[in-house]
């Protein structure tokens, strides 16, 4: 059997970055006669280092040698180890004191619910006169920004201050959590050595090793997990072909590269959109079902209407416009012959929108959300016009939830709800390309709504890495994406012990099973392992059964809920060549959604 050298892709990688019309592969010149002498050399440098360097304490001895040595090794491979980074949250300081507050960048010392140190991250200097506006029942307050003084992921919000920098007027300090950024640990040996092996050495970004690589390196702490889609990859769907006309043909042409990727955590942030506005450069087309209703006008369902394509019997007989009148402003229809049949209204209109985009449309700024990578809408609800702040009604969201064949499209998309999250191009969600809107039902037009929502705004700058030019192989179309999110959510009740004075509340078993599902990187999840994770962590026992559910948020828009009590599977399905909602193990992952958590202490325990 033929050796397999494993750096010969790299050395492929690197003549076809240079030139791409040589060729490469087995049984050529290049291959045989440059390509596996070198090899040779390049997998016992690699990966037999201790043969290199004569000491016995190659890279494979990662448990056992310093940090300081696997470094001077791995410095030889101009792969660095990633140092780990720092988080960063705000928090508001709280007053009783109206005077000038100045303090220098990092003289503030806080801390978090699990002790670590946080200080402030730039001069904080708040006028007399600024403070008296900002305030909080009877006392003022002023916001700061933290960033840890320890390396590390899964950072707590900030509750309390240093009594070595207690100044006067301080009443109290309070973290925002939604503004968490984690940090990430240091790069243990271990990590390094793995990390190394899947390079390769590659350090360009035209082959799989090679964006796995890269992307780490010039990003750490920001990438905790990639996965490329590209050519013949079934999941990929930028790359179909089209005719002059712009109609798909279903044919995969290639040259174009999807890398999925996993952060951290996502940003929950807010977008307040004042006075809801038609659209009118932006046309949807919409079936309504109506009962005619005599000569009395009968709404149709969405206004104002561009055009009217036609209006039908349920039975499909086409009506003669001159049975019917419709007022475009409106929306309405009435018939002229006193009917009381059933109607089908085939019609285009402008839509109430909220646009999602990079990039506003020109005199749409104060309408479009642009905080991307956008993944999810947690909330909408209106505000008060006067005072801008909510009013306690929570609009609901169209239909949408269940799906159909793959390719087919949705069912159970009803017209009841406020608003309907929309998908102009699907093969560009969850990137920095999106185009996206959300749209209100007309009585909701003139009024001022907060979006509350899931975004990865780190992969804008990684975005702009891989299509920029220098950093790139010309002969691919890369696009970075966040994977496909499935919100896991559930419902228990458990049993904690008297005797365990550390046993987790409820909060703390809503935060650890939130842990878990960040971290789980499995393609099916598991109930019993979250069950016995909660063991290990001070849960005594389970009163109730948990009742799970995965919302899969496809590409195109739709929702599709995956309820069960014991595993909850990534659809893995034969897609076809063409699809809206391309998905499979590969390219879903899991992270948390809605935990609601009873804790009883047992007091016989």
């Known amino acids: 059997m033929p050796i397999e050298f494993r750096s010969i892709e790299f050395l492929k990688s690197t003549v076809r970055e240079f030139n791409p019309r040589i060729a490469t592969g087995k049984g050529t010149g290049m291959h045989d006669l440059v390509f596996v002498p070198n090899a040779n050399i390049y997998d016992a440098y690699l990966f037999d280092l201790e043969g290199a360097f004569g000491d016995g304490s190659g890279m494979d001895q990662y448990d056992v040698i310093s940090e300081e040595r696997m470094d001077a090794l791995a410095a030889n491979l101009l792969i660095p180890r990633i140092e780990g980074s720092t988080g960063a949250q705000s928090a508001r300081m709280l007053v009783d004191t109206l005077q000038d507050y100045t303090l220098g960048e990092g003289e503030l010392l806080v801390e978090d619910e699990d002790g670590n140190l946080w200080e402030n991250s730039a001069l904080i200097d708040v006028p007399e006169n600024t403070l008296t506006t900002q305030r909080d029942g009877i006392f003022y307050y002023f916001d700061a920004e933290f960033v840890s003084q320890e390396k590390e992921k899964e950072l707590k919000k900030i509750v309390s201050i240093q009594e070595s920098t207690i100044f006067a007027g301080y009443i109290s300090v309070t973290g925002d959590e939604s503004s968490i950024v984690d940090g ?11 990390r190394i092996n ?23 702490g920001t990438v905790t997990e990639i996965q490329p889609i590209g050519m013949g990859d079934p999941e990929m769907m930028r790359d179909i072909l089209t005719d002059f006309n712009g109609n798909k043909i279903n044919l995969h042409l290639g040259g174009y590269t999807d890398i999925h990727l996993k952060t951290p955590s996502l940003q929950e942030k807010e977008a307040d959109i004042l006075a809801l506005e038609i659209d009118t450069d932006r046309e949807q087309s919409r079936t309504s079902s109506r009962k005619l209703n005599g000569t009395t006008p009968v709404y149709i369902g969405r206004a104002p209407i561009v055009t009217v394509t036609s209006v039908t019997t349920s039975g499909g007989l086409l009506l003669d416009p001159a049975d019917y009148v419709i007022d475009k402003t409106l929306g309405t229809i009435v018939s002229t012959t006193g009917s009381n049949e059933s109607a089908l209204i085939y019609y285009t209109y402008n839509p109430i929108a909220i646009d999602i985009a990079r990039i506003p449309v020109a005199g749409r700024e104060d309408h479009t959300i642009t905080d991307l990578v956008f993944v999810n809408v947690i909330s909408v609800e209106e505000l008060d016009p006067a005072t801008g702040e909510p009013i306690g009604n929570i609009l609901t969201r169209n239909g949408g939830y269940g799906q159909a064949a793959y390719g087919m499209g949705g069912y159970g998309r009803g017209e009841d709800g406020d608003w309907e999250f929309k998908v102009d191009n699907p093969h560009n969600r969850y990137s920095m390309l999106e185009k ?11 009024k001022d709504v907060r979006v509350t929502f899931h975004a990865v705004p780190a992969i804008e700058s990684i975005h702009d890495f891989c299509r920029d030019g220098d950093e790139r192989t010309n002969s691919a179309d890369i696009l970075p994406r966040l994977f496909v999110p499935m919100f896991i959510s559930g419902a228990i009740e458990v049993e904690t012990a008297k005797s365990n004075s550390s046993a987790p509340d409820a909060d703390a078993v809503v935060a650890l099973i939130e842990k878990f599902v960040r ?21 005594y026992g389970m009163n109730k059964c948990f009742e799970w559910s995965g919302e899969l948020h496809h590409m195109n828009g739709t929702v599709q809920v995956i309820k069960s009590k014991e595993t909850i599977s990534i659809p893995d399905v034969a897609l076809p060549k063409d699809t809206d909602k391309p998905v499979s193990p590969r390219t879903v992952r899991f992270h948390p959604g809605t935990f609601n958590v009873t804790a009883t202490v047992r007091t016989d325990k």
């Open 436 to 446: 996206s809107y959300i749209e209100f039902a007309p009585i909701h037009v003139g």
């Open 198 to 220: 899947e390079a390769v050495a590659a350090r360009d970004l035209t082959t799989n090793r090679g964006i796995k690589t890269v992307l780490p390196t010039n990003f750490p």
């Open 519 to 539: 971290d789980y990187d499995g393609n099916n999840f598991e109930l019993e392992l979250v069950m016995k994770y909660l063991f290990d962590n001070g849960v």
């Open 184 to 194: 990430v640990t240091r790069e243990t040996n271990k990590e390094l050595y793995l």
